[in-house]
């Protein structure tokens, strides 16, 4: 698998590899967080959620890690297909009541076959 | 999760005119936010939709802009009024409190606009 350090604007992969995309949140209020995939022409869609009571969450092939000593959030993608490739987004809700998710910077994923 | 449409689904206009983007959702939700995307670019977050009342805006967006509506728990209006090519963007309506987390927050598909 490939690992990206710190945010990268790109990460190519090979298809069935597995992908890690990262992301520094900007609050250390922040209390929830999501993983946005937004493919061309379409509205972000939600893959996962974590709290910040959390260090980890599992789904169907994704994992996301929280570490909320350095604020660093990551997505990791396994056995990466070509539908994966998108634009990915973390986004994170600063705890303070009726606010809406603040955005990072976006990954863009390609996956060659 | 809740299904937003927004409509229009694109439009292009011209400089000096406005534009009412409308989104529906099919279950009342708690809260609706608008966002614009500019091209290659993050989410930025316009306003918080508030039911009966006044838009809450973000910083660098402003009402006489950016007219926001929202008469009920389904449904909200952004307006671009005056544009200029710098409008230019794909605007998203984004509900919570659709789904059991009151946190989970879901997009509708966007209106790209084009201004010429």
């Known amino acids: 698998g490939e690992s990206v350090g710190l945010h990268l604007p790109t990460l190519s992969v090979q298809e069935g590899d597995n992908s890690i995309i990262n992301c520094a949140y900007s609050n250390s209020a922040s209390d929830y967080f999501i993983w946005y995939k937004q493919e061309s022409g379409k509205g972000p869609q939600f893959i996962i959620d974590i709290r910040s009571n959390m260090d980890k969450r599992q789904g169907q092939r994704v994992t996301v890690l929280l570490n909320k000593t350095v604020k660093h959030l990551s997505l990791q993608i396994a056995a990466t297909q070509p539908g994966d490739s998108a634009v990915y987004f973390c986004a994170e809700n600063i705890n303070q009541a009726g606010t809406a998710l603040i955005f990072g910077k976006g990954t863009t994923l390609s996956v060659s076959s | 999760s809740a299904v937003i449409s927004q409509k229009p689904s694109r439009d292009i206009c011209q400089r000096g005119t406005s534009l009412t983007i409308q989104c529906q959702v099919d279950?009342?939700?708690?809260?609706m936010f608008w966002y614009r995307q500019q091209p290659g670019q993050s989410l930025t977050l316009i306003a918080t939709a508030n039911q009966g009342s006044e838009a809450t805006y973000e910083s660098g967006f402003v009402i006489d802009k950016f007219p926001i509506s929202r008469p009920n728990l389904t449904f909200s209006t952004l307006t671009v009024s005056n544009m200029s090519p710098e409008d230019s963007s794909i605007y998203l309506c984004s509900v919570r409190g659709a789904a059991r987390s009151s946190y989970e927050q879901y997009f509708g598909p966007g209106t790209r606009l084009t201004v010429t």
């Open positions: 279950s009342q939700v708690t809260m």
